[in-house]
């Protein structure tokens, strides 16, 4: 039961075998008779490890933190109880075995924790409460560590929505930087909400004038043309304001995409009769009803701005389909038909989703398509959508809390939190960043998320209990370790070791009145810096837990502004991979016999997920559990990007558990299998090569050989080895007529292309080293090594930008005539082939001399 849905009786049996040596170190202490360890579960989804004992002497029993202490000096961190049961005696069944059934509930008192201190004066009192009822604990401490206390991100958002209802409000940074009651009491008073103001528009307005638009300046005719866009006109309009932050960025990347949009989501339905159809429409219309942003259209040809414009009345855009049961399954069918990758929804007309539905009379029931747009709705609104649902079907919708305005959330997103704030922020974090992080080289974030890859894993179920315990032994969220490890695997798959990535946030944590239970795009992304070099892990926990405190405070800043405060000039990303931590504990949770009966003949079948992003993580955190979600530019391989997750956490724990101390650039991302294979299969280095002979000779011999089999394939263009030889014979002849000498060194600024490949060769055939430039790095540093290589000239395209004073010599400016024969120039195994620079420890480039001896076993015809 532990494990959840791990069903790996190997593991099963080992963790047993854990609990085994728990009580067993347990029952080497001199005042313990007997002693029981097991995995309690009092409240959904919040499991704990419990030891139970019976003392030697009932007069003499040892206190709870000698027990812990005594462990903790034999056990790893994760095998260490939270709590600990006094009994006089073991409950036993009629057969005298234990009973594990009559084991009772840890109290209060069985928990090791800070020494009590009672709340002080009634802010903290009324705090202490407050925490007590959120994270069902009987009595908080003023010295008491939210997070130790099994605090979480989203808590923390109900935390600061209930402590808004009792008139207290505090900087969400405190409750992350200081996470203890008497800290977050002492800075209460220090939030920056902001006053929202009124709506000035009224039911059956019949001109909307400037006056009454609160949160956008728009003059009279800019008002006409915006209502003209709407059904019914003035009276249908119930608010005009601008986008949020993520709203901006979600539009660009729907207008960029050249077919298709990767921000419409797909949710595929089973339902048994024509009935049950009716029942979900009405449950998802009502939702509507009640929620502006799912009554919003968006509107921007021929503005300044883009704008969104509340509908007072939207219906659901329904469309059933008549499909023809020979020409595939209905649901493959539908699937097909409103695909995203080419399917697009019209976001100037509300609401933003679309139910499409056909009869599958086969099967005897009806299968629907829900097509909705990201912009209206983040991950935490979907499970507020499904809540709402429900509690239509079952019939208590009146029982729902008053639904909370999205502009509330735009108002905090707009008037709080300055432009000047952001940028000063940011600027500090990232000014000095003039390399983008691209791991694996992908650096296209305009992506229409097609050619994605999609994998899961879950994360084995004792190594998530670690997690867990170190989390909280250090204060901080699992968010903090996860992004940390995260960090780790992008450093190694760039080659860097000061990465910065995208990070989700929810947004929720200043998004103002209700932004816990209300609808709408509330996340951002917003740039991570993380050092993974020689800093230890436990400093790099702290280190990171910190600078995402510090992100909070920004959290509704535009990811537009982040990336200009960066060194990275455009269109250069700043990042091109992002990470999603995500709290899912709902999902997980055993489904209620309530559920059950309002979703009665509904069946939920799949979804779906796209980004624009090459390379996303999502990590849900399930209560107990993770599951990690990578999706990946093709070719890369999702399920490889998981593994390295996996391991990247296993190892980051066991440094934290047994070598905190431990640099974090020493601890591995690879799996024991791709190890071995880079280790071992590769490295087989006993086959015979001819290492006397340079590279160009091995290429001059092949072509000469096979003359017209395919040397390069790029794209729809195919090279054979004689054309190529050809195309780099002309190069050469034509440098070599400029000046190239042997042993000179020439620079090449190219993309992966045929003509990369034939400057390298051309290069080589002047006795003369290539040097490869990175067309990411800055104008500062291509120059350096320039410089520091003495080129005498740079190979590149006419659209590439080159630092000032190079001599560039444009090859999609020269014409295809010349010489053809080999210039056969005398050079031998010794001769260096190109120079590599690497990124230097100090940050400055240093350059690597690579002789032809060292490669030519690479390039060894296998043919």
């Not at 103001?197 to 400037?210: F, K, M, Q, S, Y």
């Not at 986008?243 to 048994?272: C, M, N, R, S």
């Not at 909070?552 to 931590?581: D, I, T």
Request: net charge negative; hydrophobic share 45%; glycine share 6%.
């Amino acid at each position: 039961d532990y494990l959840g849905r791990n069903d790996d009786q190997v593991k099963i049996r080992g963790f047993r075998i854990e609990l085994g040596e728990i009580e067993a170190r347990l029952g080497q202490h001199d005042a313990v008779k007997d002693a029981v360890v097991l995995v309690r579960e009092d409240t959904p989804g919040e499991k704990r490890l419990v030891a139970y004992f019976t003392p030697r002497d009932l007069d003499v029993a040892p206190h709870i933190e000698t027990l812990r202490t005594h462990l903790q000096g034999q056990l790893p961190d994760y095998m260490i109880p939270v709590a600990y049961v006094r009994l006089d005696a073991l409950p036993l069944t009629a057969n005298g075995k234990l009973d594990r059934r009559a084991l009772p509930a840890p109290d209060s008192d069985a928990y090791v924790s800070r020494e009590y201190e009672a709340p002080q004066g009634e802010v903290e009192q009324l705090l202490a409460q407050l925490w007590a009822e959120l994270l069902r604990v009987d009595q908080v401490g003023r010295h008491d560590n939210f997070f130790e206390l099994g605090g979480h991100s989203l808590l923390a958002v109900t935390l600061i929505e209930r402590m808004r209802q009792v008139g207290l409000s505090a900087d969400v940074r405190v409750l992350f930087s200081q996470p203890t009651l008497a800290a977050l009491g002492a800075a209460i008073g220090s939030g920056r909400e902001v006053d929202v103001p009124v709506n000035r528009i009224v039911p059956d307005c019949g001109r909307i004038t400037p006056d009454m638009l609160t949160l956008i300046d728009l003059d009279q005719a800019t008002i006409d043309r915006v209502v003209a866009t709407v059904p019914g006109g003035a009276p249908n309009v119930q608010d005009i304001y601008p986008l949020a932050p993520l709203q901006d960025g979600i539009l660009y990347h729907h207008l960029a995409a050249e077919q298709g949009d990767p921000y419409v989501l797909k949710t595929v339905f089973e339902l048994h009769s024509l009935d049950r159809l009716t029942a979900f429409v009405d449950a998802l219309q009502h939702v509507i009803d009640r929620h502006d942003i799912l009554r919003t259209s968006v509107v921007w040809q021929g503005f300044d701005t883009p704008i969104q414009v509340v509908w007072r009345e939207a219906k659901l855009h329904l469309e059933e389909l008549a499909l023809d049961i020979s020409e595939g399954e209905i649901a493959a069918q539908l699937q097909h038909r409103f695909d995203p990758q080419h399917y697009r929804l019209d976001i100037t007309q509300a609401p933003l989703m679309r139910l499409v539905f056909a009869e599958d009379v086969i099967n005897r029931r009806w299968v629907a398509v829900l097509l909705f747009h990201h912009m209206a709705l983040d991950h935490t609104a979907l499970e507020v959508v499904q809540h709402e649902m429900q509690a239509h079907l079952l019939g208590e919708a009146d029982q729902l809390a008053v639904a909370m305005p999205y502009r509330n959330y735009v108002a905090q997103a707009r008037l709080g939190v300055s432009q000047q704030e952001h940028e000063g922020f940011f600027r500090e974090m990232l000014g000095d960043v003039d390399e983008p992080t691209l791991p694996f080289g992908l650096q296209d974030v305009s992506g229409d998320g097609q050619d994605i890859e999609h994998a899961r894993q879950v994360v084995e179920a004792t190594l998530s209990l670690r997690l867990r315990a170190q989390a909280r032994q250090l204060g901080v969220s699992a968010a903090s370790l996860v992004h940390l490890a995260w960090a780790q695997v992008l450093g190694c798959v760039s080659g860097k070791d000061d990465v910065v990535f995208g990070t989700v946030l929810l947004g929720r944590m200043q998004g103002g009145d209700g932004a816990d239970r209300a609808l709408g795009m509330f996340i951002n992304t917003l740039p991570l810096r993380v050092e993974v070099s020689s800093q230890g892990v436990r400093d790099g926990v702290k280190a990171t837990h910190a600078r995402l405190t510090g992100l909070l405070g920004h959290e509704h800043a535009s990811l537009a502004l982040a990336q200009r405060c960066s060194g990275v000039v455009a269109p250069l990303p700043l990042f091109s991979a992002l990470l999603n931590y995500r709290h899912s504990a709902s999902a997980a949770a055993e489904v209620s016999n309530e559920t059950l009966a309002a979703w009665d003949g509904i069946e939920f079948r799949s979804n779906e997920e796209r980004t624009n992003y090459p390379l996303t993580l999502s990590v849900d955190d399930l209560g107990d559990g993770f599951m990690l979600s990578a999706l990946v530019s093709q070719g890369i391989g999702a399920a490889r990007i998981c593994a390295y997750m996996h391991t990247a956490l296993e190892n980051l724990v066991q440094a934290l558990e047994h070598a905190p101390q431990t640099p974090l650039n020493r601890l591995e991302i690879l799996p024991e299998s791709e190890r071995n294979q880079l280790r071992v299969d590769f490295n087989a280095t006993k086959r015979a090569y001819p290492h006397e002979q340079t590279v160009l000779a091995l290429f001059e011999a092949q072509a000469a050989h096979l003359p017209h089999a395919i040397a390069v394939v790029h794209g729809l263009r195919k090279v054979t080895y004689a054309e190529l030889n050809e195309q780099a014979n002309r190069l050469a002849h034509h440098l070599i007529g400029l000046g190239v000498q042997p042993d000179d060194c020439v620079a090449i600024l190219l993309p992966r292309a045929v003509e990369l490949l034939a400057s390298q060769l051309a290069i080589l055939k002047c006795a003369a080293a290539y040097v490869p430039l990175d067309r990411n790095a800055s104008l500062e540093r291509q120059g350096f090594m320039l410089d520091d290589c003495q080129a005498k000239c740079l190979l590149t395209f006419s659209t590439e930008a080159v630092p000032e004073g190079a001599w560039r010599i444009d090859l999609d400016t020269l014409d295809d005539q010349g010489l053809v024969h080999n210039p056969a120039l005398a050079q031998s195994s010794e001769s260096i082939a190109y120079i590599m620079y690497t990124s230097g420890s100090t940050g400055t480039p240093k350059g690597v001399l690579v002789p032809h001896r060292a490669i030519t076993r690479l390039v060894i015809n296998n043919g």
